[in-house]
């Protein structure tokens, strides 16, 4: 006859005192592995006559179920005990100071260009977006520069292919674009910011690539003066309310007539300094009233329709806002110098 009880006994002095999972496990093989003690009592029932079947073979099994049950309570105590004694130990000093995750910003010249999205769209403009790959027909022909016509030297074009596919040398195209889209039938309000790209070799205020600002507004009875008043607005917004506009004669063979606008120098307030070279005046963009040529080909008739335009040079415009006398920082990728400028924007 077994001692089932002698045996719970010995598992129970065996396992009192086990803190570790691994010993633990072995402890159970010994007696419920496949060799194991109470396996080999199980297996020997085989062995016995029926009536001793009868008689042994509940109290093993018995006796298994309430082992493996002791097995699991104290394998459940050990975890739990790992755990706690995890939890005290890993316990957080909220005194520690903290780690600094460093924050991303967007570029300064992202963030003016964005300021003047912004104003525009309270006056009503839409920003829209055009191709940097762009047709001749839309980068000069229908912006009034024919084939053969000197003012495309001037604009250093890469051309792509044949004389036909080019990076766009500036936003104008994307008047025409808008245009079109409105059929000669809206009025139209529009921005556009965006990279263009000429043949120049890079220095501090030179790139073969730089950023423009183009803007487009066409309507009924649209004259100069409705330029002046715009751009007064976003150069206020820009530098400050006691900036005073000018327009210089200019030319350009999408406008007519066509002005340069120069802004009274922020810095020494029109008295001369280096950043106006000593005139007190900074150029700031090209503008003009739309050509009736450039409405017609989009689609505006010109004794219904009139507009203007104006193109900023965007790299220029944070170069006087911030400070910056080289323009290549703006697409540098050197963190430090990069943080200088939220330094500045916040001072
Ligand atoms: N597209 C001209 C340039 O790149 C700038 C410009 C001048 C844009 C006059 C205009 C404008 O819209 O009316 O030099």
Redesign the pocket.
Known sequence: MIDANKIKEEVLSEIKNVTNAKILYDIRVKYLGKKGIISELLASLGKLSIEEKKLQGPIINTLKQEVTKLFDEKNKEIELNILNEKLKNEKIDISLPSTKIPLGSPNILEKLIEEVEELLMTLGYDVVDGPEIEEDKYNFEMLNIPKGHPARDA?DTFYIKDEEILLR????PV?VRTMLENKGENPIRMICPGK?YRRDDDDATHSHQFM?I???LVDKDISLSDLKGTIDVIVKKLFGEDIITRFRPSY?Q??EP?VEVDISCFNCKGNGCHICKHTGWITV????V?HPNVLRMGGYDPKIWSG????FGAERLAMLKYGIDDLRVFYNTDLRELKTFDRKESD
């Open positions: 604009q040398s500036q936003t104008s008047q263009t423009q183009e803007g487009l350009y999408f406008t066509s963009a090209g503008a003009g739309v203007f335009a104006f193109g």
